[in-house]
């Protein structure tokens, strides 16, 4: 639940956003509804599937060895169940929005699962994150306005980028790790001081994102601020990681948390002073 907030606030961005554009008018709090247990549903999928997959690379990993799976405090039986309950949960809300929501549901499923093995053979695991996660703005898009536009997809490209971003400042803090189990991702292949440049050109595309789709809607100045606000703690996030000192890895991570609310904050205030 925890780690819906990066998600969650983007996906009522999108259904805002496409509201507004395509149906000039405030999503319904039906709507409104079935989009969070959506993302409830999608997201505790997600994150149970990751932890049952890497269950035995968890237990040997001395930071995730105390895990609930790893350390022996859940069962898989349980874990098991409890995805299928959350994707039950995903189906019924997506089926409660409408048909294209359902159609394009097999596509979110596929990334749920498919990202969670990814680091076996590729370092582009943190892009797969990035298109999984960027999946949260482009449904409630699509939740809200049953088709998919350019606007939409530039929200699912923005939010990707900047989720494979911070994946990858995360990921630095086991590139050891990684490299002497042979698992793949930017920091084991290409060292965390190319990783983390890396990093920084997917945020400057992440503002360059958030501005196109200002001048792309009729987004105005209280939008324009969040972004402003946005990229600042962005510029603040790097500067507390580096290449000889990851210690401040964890509260880089949790600044995106607020980053996420900031921006929706930001672009609801927007839209209801219009």
């Given at each position: 639940?925890?780690?819906?907030?990066?998600?969650?606030?983007f996906a009522f961005i999108g259904a805002v956003i496409g509201s507004f554009v395509v149906?000039?008018?405030?999503?319904?709090?039906?709507?409104?509804?079935?989009?969070?247990?959506?993302?409830?549903?999608?997201?505790?999928?997600?994150?149970?599937?990751?932890?049952?997959?890497?269950?035995?690379?968890?237990?040997?990993?001395?930071?995730?060895?105390?895990?609930?799976?790893?350390?022996?405090?859940?069962?898989?039986?349980?874990?098991?169940?409890?995805?299928?309950?959350?994707f039950v949960l995903l189906f019924v809300s997506a089926y409660q929005l409408n048909m294209?929501?359902?159609?394009?549901?097999?596509?979110?499923?596929?990334?749920?699962?498919?990202?969670?093995?990814?680091?076996?053979?590729?370092?582009?695991?943190?892009?797969?994150?990035?298109?999984?996660?960027?999946?949260?703005?482009?449904?409630?898009?699509?939740?809200?306005t049953g088709t998919i536009d350019w606007i939409g997809l530039l929200l699912f490209a923005?939010?990707?980028?900047?989720?494979?971003?911070?994946?990858?400042?995360?990921?630095?803090?086991?590139?050891?790790?990684?490299?002497?189990?042979?698992?793949?991702?930017?920091?084991?292949?290409?060292?965390?001081?190319?990783?983390?440049?890396?990093?920084?050109?997917?945020?400057?595309?992440?503002?360059?994102?958030?501005?196109?789709?200002?001048?792309?809607?009729?987004?105005?100045?209280?939008?324009?601020?969040?972004?402003?606000?946005?990229?600042?703690?962005?510029?603040?996030?790097?500067?507390?990681?580096?290449?000889?000192?990851?210690?401040?890895?964890?509260?880089?991570?949790?600044?995106?948390?607020?980053?996420?609310?900031?921006?929706?904050?930001?672009?609801?205030?927007?839209?209801?002073?219009?």
């Amino acid at each position: 639940f925890v780690h819906t907030i990066f998600a969650l606030p983007f996906a009522f961005i999108g259904a805002v956003i496409g509201s507004f554009v395509v149906n000039h008018d405030w999503p319904t709090w039906w709507q409104i509804l079935w989009i969070t247990l959506a993302m409830a549903g999608a997201r505790n999928a997600a994150m149970a599937l990751n932890r049952l997959i890497d269950k035995q690379i968890d237990k040997e990993n001395p930071r995730t060895a105390l895990r609930a799976l790893p350390a022996g405090l859940l069962k898989e039986k349980e874990v098991v169940l409890f995805i299928i309950a959350s994707f039950v949960l995903l189906f019924v809300s997506a089926y409660q929005l409408n048909m294209l929501a359902v159609q394009l549901l097999p596509i979110a499923v596929f990334f749920l699962v498919f990202y969670s093995y990814t680091k076996r053979f590729t370092w582009a695991c943190h892009l797969i994150l990035g298109i999984t996660d960027g999946l949260a703005p482009l449904g409630g898009y699509v939740a809200v306005t049953g088709t998919i536009d350019w606007i939409g997809l530039l929200l699912f490209a923005t939010v990707g980028l900047w989720i494979a971003g911070f994946d990858i400042i995360y990921s630095c803090q086991d590139h050891e790790y990684d490299r002497e189990k042979g698992l793949h991702s930017i920091p084991s292949q290409f060292g965390v001081k190319k990783a983390l440049w890396i990093a920084r050109v997917l945020h400057v595309l992440t503002v360059a994102g958030f501005v196109a789709l200002w001048y792309m809607t009729d987004l105005g100045m209280w939008y324009l601020i969040g972004i402003i606000a946005s990229t600042l703690i962005l510029i603040y996030e790097h500067t507390l990681v580096s290449e000889k000192d990851l210690s401040k890895v964890n509260t880089a991570f949790s600044m995106n948390g607020i980053l996420s609310v900031l921006v929706f904050v930001f672009t609801l205030i927007d839209l209801v002073v219009k």
